[in-house]
């Protein structure tokens, strides 16, 4: 599926929004846009300062969707700000809102985590629902990255462990068939030259015998790791991909906007 139409299929998807802003006009504003999306219902909780902001999420955040964040609180200010939401919350999407036109602390607050960054008076309501959109799309796809890089790492840690018991096991034998014909030397009669001769020769079968098992399951092994790690690179370069696609949507989609802007100012 194309990330335009993951955006498409989210339309259809209730949202819950946490906006920490101590700016009532700003708030007010935040209601208007957000009253007039295409989702079924967006159920915005408010909090004012940092505090509040944070004491809810850790009561309420596998009930979030969203985090518009102000990086102006009476009790917060700046990057600072971000990080405490964001340590408490990782894997929220948190859209960044500065009065601040200030280039370097949005890159590095998209950087440090934060999904977006909008300036206010800069973002209409489309540009706004744009980012709440491709935020959680984003993050949604980052997860699926992450998930299948573990599970790369976990498959090729049982086949490693796999090979090693394989391996322990062979010299386990190696080593018992060697103490087994030291005590028979030790404790039986003595054996003709011939008897000792077959005695070896079966030893020696049976360690044969015992290593091409070893390497047969090595073989096998290595190709069910070598498919294990085609299929998941296949995942991982598709996870890949789904995050450029909606990075270079997202950055069409702002420059669009600030043409249209021009546009309407000329």
Same mark, same amino acid.
């Not at 394989?166 to 008897?195: G, M």
């Given at each position: 599926?194309?990330?335009?139409?993951?955006?498409?299929?989210?339309?259809?998807?209730?949202?819950?929004? &946490?906006? +920490?802003?101590?700016?009532?006009?700003?708030?007010?504003?935040?209601? $208007?846009?957000?009253?007039?999306?295409?989702?079924?219902?967006?159920?915005?909780?408010?909090?004012?300062?940092?505090?509040?902001?944070?004491?809810?999420?850790?009561?309420?955040?596998?009930? +979030?969707?969203? +985090?518009? =964040?102000?990086?102006?609180? #009476?009790?917060?200010?700046?990057?600072?700000?971000?990080?405490? *939401?964001?340590?408490?919350?990782?894997?929220?999407?948190?859209?960044?809102?500065?009065?601040?036109?200030?280039?370097?602390?949005?890159?590095?607050? *998209?950087?440090?985590?934060?999904?977006?960054?909008?300036?206010?008076?800069?973002?209409?309501?489309? &540009?706004?629902?744009? %980012?709440?959109?491709? %935020?959680?799309?984003?993050?949604?796809?980052?997860?699926? &990255?992450?998930?299948?890089?573990?599970?790369?790492?976990?498959? *090729?840690?049982?086949?490693?462990?796999?090979?090693?018991?394989?391996?322990?096991? =062979?010299?386990?034998?190696?080593? !018992?068939?060697?103490?087994?014909? &030291?005590?028979?030397?030790?404790? =039986? #009669?003595?054996?003709?030259?011939?008897?000792?001769?077959?005695?070896?020769?079966?030893?020696? =079968?049976?360690?044969?015998?015992?290593? %091409?098992?070893?390497?047969?399951?090595?073989?096998?092994?290595?190709?069910?790791?070598?498919?294990?790690?085609?299929?998941?690179?296949?995942?991982?370069?598709?996870?890949?991909? !789904?995050?450029?696609?909606?990075?270079? !949507?997202?950055?069409?989609?702002?420059?669009?906007?600030?043409? $249209?802007?021009?546009?309407?100012?000329?």
């Amino acid at each position: 599926m194309l990330a335009s139409e993951k955006v498409m299929d989210m339309d259809r998807k209730s949202l819950q929004v &946490l906006v +920490i802003e101590d700016n009532p006009d700003d708030i007010q504003l935040l209601r $208007r846009y957000l009253g007039k999306t295409s989702f079924d219902r967006i159920d915005i909780q408010h909090c004012e300062r940092l505090a509040n902001g944070l004491e809810f999420l850790e009561e309420k955040d596998g009930h +979030i969707d969203v +985090i518009l =964040l102000d990086l102006g609180l #009476p009790d917060g200010y700046g990057l600072d700000t971000f990080t405490k *939401v964001h340590q408490l919350a990782p894997k929220i999407p948190i859209i960044v809102l500065s009065g601040q036109d200030d280039e370097n602390l949005a890159t590095q607050a *998209v950087r440090e985590g934060a999904q977006d960054y909008l300036v206010k008076g800069k973002f209409d309501g489309d &540009l706004l629902v744009r %980012s709440m959109r491709y %935020s959680l799309e984003r993050i949604r796809t980052e997860e699926a &990255l992450r998930l299948a890089r573990d599970e790369l790492e976990t498959r *090729v840690l049982e086949r490693t462990s796999e090979l090693a018991q394989a391996n322990a096991a =062979l010299n386990r034998l190696i080593a !018992e068939e060697i103490t087994a014909i &030291l005590t028979r030397k030790d404790h =039986l #009669p003595e054996e003709s030259p011939y008897d000792q001769r077959q005695r070896e020769v079966g030893t020696l =079968l049976k360690l044969q015998d015992e290593a %091409s098992k070893m390497l047969r399951f090595t073989s096998e092994m290595v190709q069910k790791m070598m498919y294990d790690m085609a299929v998941l690179t296949a995942k991982l370069a598709a996870a890949e991909a !789904e995050i450029r696609n909606l990075q270079a !949507e997202n950055r069409k989609y702002r420059a669009d906007a600030e043409d $249209r802007k021009s546009e309407d100012m000329n």
